[in-house]
């Protein structure tokens, strides 16, 4: 699975939780730029209207779209492709998310936690994508069938 990370380069890489995965071959980072384009080709976009993710989506890349929620427009604005929209089943964050400008949807994920989820319903459980990641054992503790 090839999994493409479309990142916004106004939020901070301090307290992105997908930092500690820059280094990792299998994950692509692509910087979003106003005014560029980004080709996706054929890919499921994690996306909070689709249809559930499931295991009948196995063999299919990844796009996740790593910004706040209020950007989410503009960045997948400029995302050329054939996306499929899935959402992740509910699950609980353990990111303590405080937005004083806006309201965060009840079930969103740090990007890290949706990136992992996703990876365990398309393929298999890989506990290094929770590297660096302070918040994991809260993560895994709250969403146990993950693993399963």
């Known amino acids: 699975?090839?999994?493409l990370i479309y990142r916004d380069s106004r939020e901070s890489l301090r307290?992105?939780?997908?930092?500690?995965?820059?280094?990792?071959?299998?994950?692509?980072?692509?910087?979003?730029?106003?005014?560029?384009?980004?080709?996706?080709?054929?890919?499921?976009?994690?996306?909070?209207?689709?249809?559930?993710?499931?295991?009948?989506?196995?063999?299919?890349?990844?796009?996740?779209?790593?910004?706040?929620?209020?950007?989410?427009?503009?960045?997948?604005?400029?995302?050329?492709?054939?996306?499929?929209?899935?959402?992740?089943?509910?699950?609980?964050s353990a990111y303590p998310r405080k937005s004083k400008v806006f309201e965060d949807p009840a079930r969103g994920l740090a990007s890290v936690e949706a990136l992992y989820a996703a990876v365990c319903i398309l393929e298999a459980p890989r506990e290094d994508l929770l590297d660096g990641y302070h918040w994991a054992p809260d993560f895994l503790a709250a969403n146990p069938d993950l693993a399963s």
């Open 1 to 3: 699975m090839d999994i």
């Open 15 to 92: 307290k992105c939780s997908l930092t500690p995965l820059r280094d990792k071959p299998e994950l692509r980072f692509v910087r979003y730029e106003r005014g560029r384009r980004l080709d996706a080709g054929r890919r499921i976009l994690l996306h909070h209207e689709g249809d559930e993710l499931s295991s009948a989506d196995r063999g299919a890349d990844l796009l996740l779209i790593d910004c706040s929620w209020r950007h989410l427009p503009a960045l997948l604005a400029t995302v050329d492709g054939e996306l499929t929209p899935r959402r992740l089943p509910p699950l609980e």
